[in-house]
């Protein structure tokens, strides 16, 4: 693993309060590089099992209830001064928010918060400060996004205006799946929030991730997704790529910076999702935060850059500039359930790697996943994004081969 931390600030005085947590095979490395930062305490619907070793604390709470997260905060703050609050799925974002108005803990700003996490308010912030996106239309009705998919025009997408849960974003081809997915994205999404509707762009999907500067957010990595035709209508991840010498980056560097200007976010680690399209980048949504331990890990891997370490000290208030040293590419894939435990190949080594470049990391159970259940994921480097992939799929069809063989 890379060597991180180039500038620390004083160490920190308190406890950082962790909201949520998933997989050991996708969050043990978060774990580890959060409890270096300091002591964590971690809140979260089930009552932790391998998080112990890293944990000082623990209380379990429905996550999508704030007064009852603050409830159970409140208790473990009667014996551990609490100094930050950290979050990875948005849906959390209200409940860290609700945190650091109670214990008075650094983080965005309300008006940075309400800007990114609703998402048609995103792209009327972005609109007026001349940022090219996705131009989503809020819908709080059938008529109304009936209304607006006559205005952006088929194929679309509809999803929460400010999701409760993961992909819950639905692709509508015409008129008669809209009714469909306008309620499985209003089921999904914050009471009183509403829906939004935008056209869906061509292009390549990409996310920008921005760490602290000397000069301000610096975008240090990006990666590009491919989405799985097995959930569709839903739009969920079967690969992601991170890597470090990207060559959309000029383009993808400048639309970040404009987006995180307009919305008002001026330090601690972001991530801005946009296509890349024949016209240039169109932003979709962007996070004051990073959403997704696993990329974390993959962004570190390859550029040096601990985002993980870094977000931990920003949330308690603390310095923390990345190194980067920049390292070829790596990707996951994951693997869908097949009722079965994940099979080797017959030629793959010990310890789970089905080739030299690529290792297997299959989960304890199933987990559902949208509308799909996962059961594993695959883990592939390479020297540069074309070999890479070339790498990632040959070891996928190494896997599906041993599934029909088993």
């Known amino acids: ?142 008529d109304q996004a009936l209304e607006a998919a006559h205005q952006v025009g088929f194929p679309l997408v509809c999803k929460p205006a400010s999701p409760r849960t993961r992909y819950a974003a639905r692709r509508v081809t015409g008129i008669p799946s809209l009714a469909e997915a306008l309620s499985a994205a209003t089921a999904a999404t914050w009471p009183g929030t509403g829906t939004v509707i935008e056209p869906l762009l061509d292009g390549i999907e990409a996310t920008a991730y921005t760490a602290d500067s000397p000069s301000g957010p610096k975008v240090v990595a990006i990666s590009h997704t491919t989405f799985d035709p097995q959930a569709e209508p839903a739009l969920l991840p079967v690969e992601v790529v991170v890597d470090a010498d990207d060559v959309c980056a000029p383009a993808v560097e400048d639309s970040a910076s404009r987006a995180l200007s307009a919305l008002g976010h001026r330090s601690g680690p972001a991530q801005i999702r946009m296509r890349l399209t024949s016209t240039g980048p169109r932003i979709i949504s ?52 097949s009722g079965a435990t994940l099979p080797l190949p017959p030629n793959a080594a010990a310890h789970s790697h089905v080739t030299p470049y690529a290792t297997l990391h299959p989960y304890p159970a199933e987990r559902r996943v949208g509308p799909l259940r996962r059961s594993g994921h695959l883990l592939v480097s390479g020297t540069d994004y074309p070999q890479c992939v070339a790498r990632l799929r040959s070891a996928a069809a190494e896997i599906r081969s041993a599934r029909l063989s088993a």
């Open 1 to 142: 693993m890379n060597t991180h931390a180039s500038r620390r600030g004083d160490g920190p005085t308190g406890h950082l309060v962790v909201l949520g947590s998933g997989p050991q095979a996708e969050w043990e490395h978060a774990m580890q590089r959060l409890a270096v930062v300091g002591p964590l305490l971690l809140i979260d619907a089930q009552t932790p099992t391998w998080q112990r070793p890293h944990l000082a604390g623990a209380r379990t709470a429905n996550l999508l209830d704030p007064p009852r997260v603050l409830d159970e905060v409140r208790k473990l703050a009667s014996t551990w001064p609490i100094a930050g609050v950290l979050a990875f799925h948005p849906a959390h974002d209200r409940a860290a928010a609700l945190l650091r108005q109670e214990f008075a803990l650094p983080g965005p700003s309300t008006a940075t918060i309400e800007a990114t996490t609703l998402r048609h308010r995103t792209a009327q912030l972005l609109t007026s400060a001349g940022v090219d996106n996705s131009g989503a239309v809020h819908a709080n009705s059938y």
């Open 286 to 337: 962007v996070t004051t935060h990073l959403t997704d331990p696993l990329l974390g890990m993959l962004i570190e891997q390859v550029t040096g850059a601990d985002l993980i370490s870094q977000a931990g000290r920003h949330a308690l208030g603390l310095t923390f500039l990345t190194d980067e040293n920049r390292l070829g590419a790596t990707a996951v894939h994951f693997l869908q359930g």
